[in-house]
């Protein structure tokens, strides 16, 4: 057994993987808080409103690989017990070595889930989760921690890159290409993520929806945890430094070097052009080095990155324009020759319908431009933007099931479903009913099984994700 006292930094870092360290400090005490003669603990997650009227339901079937599907051992609970004690709470060390000696490590859990890639109208149930073993009802609430964190973060990124991409697809729809969807947001989220594990969980959420990264990890998780080939793509595309660093006066040579080493035939290229001042390198562009960029047979992707997104992105097009021209759409909307505009700073959802609205009034359509987002792709979100929770709805006591739930005076927005779920699909909507309900047992449940002790049972393509979260 180790002593916590002494041990060495590798060995603590190890614990990070152990499953029974993987929840929050109360936690640890709340086996023996149950009702005498409690054999079963349901609980379900959902989103309960926020930002948006539905979620894109992601993520879980990495957790559970992860973690689920890996039994403890007995050096995780002693390492656990040493941890939980000093820190001053109560360890049921007998609990968990019920579950080493009685089902081999693995976790006796029933986990129920809509498939990855859903739309689900939100205050509906999107995962259920209860003890298989009526010796670990405690169980159930303690993954909770860990368990809603694998999927309000990931759903809730899915979300807001599903939300950018209708309005996105909506102006194609009017105003251009349709098809071109997959690449008008890219991810460039990853240094402005909490971790490794952030960028590469939010960036697979990304690319449930769109087909643009430069998120490296995000393609590492598509792979690891659904089979994925290869889930996005990226560019060559010029950064500050590899342009300053030729000198202001020499700022048309670095860009000129960047089409004689990456431009190609059909390609593109993007070359961030505000180092200085982006109106003036546009008109560059589009003078000293219009033929060069003809001659590459390359679009060129000019990225704007700073001042007002819309405002910047119109002016830019319309030097552009100037200079390469651009033809009329069979919708009445200008597209330029060889170039385009990607707006990367400071792109959210109300910045994309402000540039949307204001490039389409001016006449342009949306084939000229892409966006970038990053921080408020990855990292600017919480637990509340969706509102998401995860509560216990019934209890198994003295073999007779009983309502759970909580219904708070000062907060109806937070009272609970009652008992033992299922999310079913009618001829007008997503509806949760429980089982007290006429059809409880005689309509399809689309909660499907995904996990019980210790076994996936659901294992869904990245390639199934996408084509349930299509628009």
């Not at 060559?236 to 000198?247: L, N, R």
């Not at 342009?364 to 966006?371: E, G, K, L, Q, R």
């Not at 005689?442 to 019980?452: C, G, H, K, R, S």
């Amino acid at each position: 057994m180790i002593d916590i006292r002494h041990t060495n930094d590798k060995e603590f870092i190890n614990m990070t993987n152990n499953i029974i360290l993987n929840s929050d400090s109360y936690k640890y005490s709340q086996w023996s808080q149950y009702p005498e003669n409690t054999t079963v603990i349901y609980s379900y997650i959902e989103s309960r409103g926020g930002l948006y009227d539905a979620t894109v339901f992601f993520g879980l079937q990495m957790f559970l690989k992860e973690y689920l599907c890996q039994p403890i051992t007995q050096d995780n609970i002693d390492e656990a017990e040493l941890v939980i004690t000093a820190h001053g709470e109560p360890f049921y060390r007998e609990g968990w070595e019920y579950i080493l000696r009685e089902h081999n490590g693995y976790l006796p859990v029933r986990i129920d889930a809509v498939p990855e890639g859903t739309v689900v109208p939100v205050k509906n149930v999107l995962a259920t989760i209860y003890n298989t073993d009526p010796k670990c009802y405690w169980l159930t609430s303690f993954l909770e921690t860990a368990i809603l964190r694998s999927i309000w973060y990931p759903t809730t990124v899915a979300t807001n890159s599903y939300e950018n991409k209708k309005q996105i697809l909506e102006s194609l729809k009017k105003t251009g290409d349709p098809e071109s969807i997959g690449f008008k947001l890219h991810d460039f989220g990853a240094r402005g993520v909490s971790s490794f594990e952030s960028a590469g969980i939010g960036g697979a959420a990304h690319l449930v929806n769109f087909m643009g990264t430069d998120t490296v990890t995000a393609l590492l998780y598509a792979r690891k945890y659904y089979g994925a080939d290869m889930a996005g793509f990226s560019i060559p595309a010029m950064e500050h430094s590899t342009v300053t660093s030729w000198g202001r006066e020499n700022e048309v040579d670095s860009y000129r070097n960047m089409l004689k080493q990456n431009a190609k035939p059909g390609g593109l290229v993007a070359a961030v052009s505000d180092s200085y001042d982006i109106y003036n390198a546009c008109k560059l562009w589009g003078t000293v080095l219009k033929q060069d960029v003809i001659n590459s047979g390359a679009t060129v992707v000019v990225r704007p990155d700073s001042g007002d997104p819309a405002v910047v992105v119109l002016e830019c097009l319309k030097i552009l324009d100037k200079y390469f021209g651009s033809v009329v759409n069979e919708k009445g909307y200008k597209v330029l020759n060889n170039v385009r505009v990607l707006q990367g700073d400071g792109i959210n959802h109300q910045t994309i319908r402000s540039i949307i609205f204001t490039i389409t009034l001016a006449g342009y359509s949306i084939d000229n431009v892409a966006f970038g987002q990053g921080g408020a792709l990855l990292q600017i979100v919480n637990r509340d933007d969706q509102k998401f929770a995860m509560k216990a709805s019934a209890a198994c006591v003295d073999g007779e099931w009983r309502d759970v739930y909580k219904d708070p005076f000062h907060d109806s927005g937070k009272t609970s479903k009652k008992g033992r779920l299922r999310l079913i699909k009618t001829e007008d909507k997503i509806k949760t009913i429980n089982d007290r309900d006429p059809l409880y047992n005689t309509v399809e449940d689309m909660l499907q099984p995904v996990y019980e002790n210790g076994k996936l049972l659901r294992d869904q393509t990245f390639d199934e994700v996408r084509a349930l979260a299509a628009i």
